[in-house]
C-alpha cells in the first residue's frame, strides 16, 4: 500500500511563501502523475496542481497559477508545492494524491473518488 505523507505547512502572512513537500512510501508513484489538492473550511476539495511522471506536463488551477509552482524529485519520491504571493484565500488543508489510472490531464477534472491515494493533508493558514 503506497502512503503519501505531506509537510511545510504553517502560519503565514500574506504575501509571504511556503513551500509543501509530499513523500512516496516506494518509487511506485515514480511513473505517474501526482497532484496537489486543497480544501477549505466550509467548501469542497479542489484542484490545485498536478505534475506528470518527468516533470514535462504541469496543470494549475486559474487561481493559483503565476503563483504556485509545482515540482518533483523521483529520486526522492517527492513531489512539491512552492507557494508565493500567498492570499487569505488559499487558507486550506492541502493533499497530495497520486493514482496510476489518472493522467495528469484530468485532475482538474476528475472525481476524488477516481483517485486512490491520498495523503493526510497539511494546514497551511495565510493571515491578511
Known amino acids: 500500500q503506497v502512503q503519501l505523507v505531506e509537510s511545510g505547512g504553517g502560519l503565514v502572512q500574506a504575501g509571504g511563501s511556503l513551500r509543501l513537500s509530499c513523500a512516496a512510501s516506494?518509487?511506485?508513484?515514480?511513473?505517474?502523475?501526482m497532484g496537489w489538492f486543497r480544501q477549505a473550511p466550509g467548501k469542497e476539495r479542489e484542484f490545485v496542481a498536478v505534475?506528470?511522471?518527468?516533470?514535462?506536463?504541469?496543470y494549475y488551477s486559474k487561481s493559483v497559477k503565476g503563483r504556485f509552482t509545482i515540482s518533483r524529485d523521483n529520486a526522492k519520491k517527492t513531489i512539491y508545492l512552492q507557494m508565493d504571493s500567498l492570499e487569505p484565500e488559499d487558507t486550506a488543508i492541502y493533499y497530495c494524491?497520486?493514482?496510476?489510472?489518472?493522467?495528469?490531464?484530468?485532475?482538474?477534472?476528475?472525481?476524488?473518488?477516481?483517485?486512490?491515494?491520498w495523503g493526510q493533508g497539511t494546514q497551511v493558514t495565510v493571515s491578511s
Open positions: 505534475i506528470n511522471w518527468n516533470g514535462r506536463t504541469i
Open positions: 516506494d518509487r511506485t508513484l515514480n511513473s505517474f502523475a
Open positions: 494524491a497520486a493514482d496510476p489510472r489518472v493522467a495528469a490531464e484530468e485532475y482538474g477534472h476528475v472525481k476524488e473518488s477516481s483517485i486512490g491515494y
